[in-house]
């Protein structure tokens, strides 16, 4: 009773900033395209020497997924997207790559509002 109680208070009385599922999910399909900078780099923000992918995020049958725009010409890039309350995860478009990189949300960065910490920087900014 008391942890639930608890519970409850935090929900009640998180900051608006607090990330939730549904929140990352609507922040994420609300746009109509997001440009993603890939970077090897060590500053906060990814310079002009970045490589930048178009990317369009939208919920079908439940579930966010993720197209590469324009298409890639050897092959549609359609990835399912895992939401977190914090973020979201996603596959890179070539199967090749195993890896899943993991996006946090980032409410105090109005330009880059998902991003990660590795040394190889991927930024994300709406482009509406």
Do not use: H
């Not at 208070?9 to 395209?33: G, H, N, Q, Y």
């Not at 298409?71 to 890896?99: M, Y």
Request: hydrophobic share 40%.
């Amino acid at each position: 009773m008391r942890i639930a109680s608890l519970l409850l208070a935090f929900i009640a009385f998180a900051p608006p900033s607090a990330a939730t599922e549904s929140k990352v999910r609507s922040i994420l399909t609300t746009p109509k395209s997001w440009t993603m900078y890939l970077e090897f780099t060590d500053a906060r923000a990814p310079s002009d020497r970045a490589q930048k992918f178009v990317w369009r995020y939208f919920e079908r049958v439940g579930k966010v997924w993720g197209r590469r725009i324009p298409p890639l010409a050897v092959g549609d890039c359609l990835s399912e997207i895992t939401i977190r309350a914090d973020g979201f995860s996603f596959r890179w478009c070539d199967p090749q790559l195993s890896a899943q990189p993991s996006l946090t949300y980032d409410p105090g960065d109005p330009k880059y509002l998902f991003k990660n910490r590795e040394p190889r920087k991927l930024s994300l900014q709406s482009n509406d």
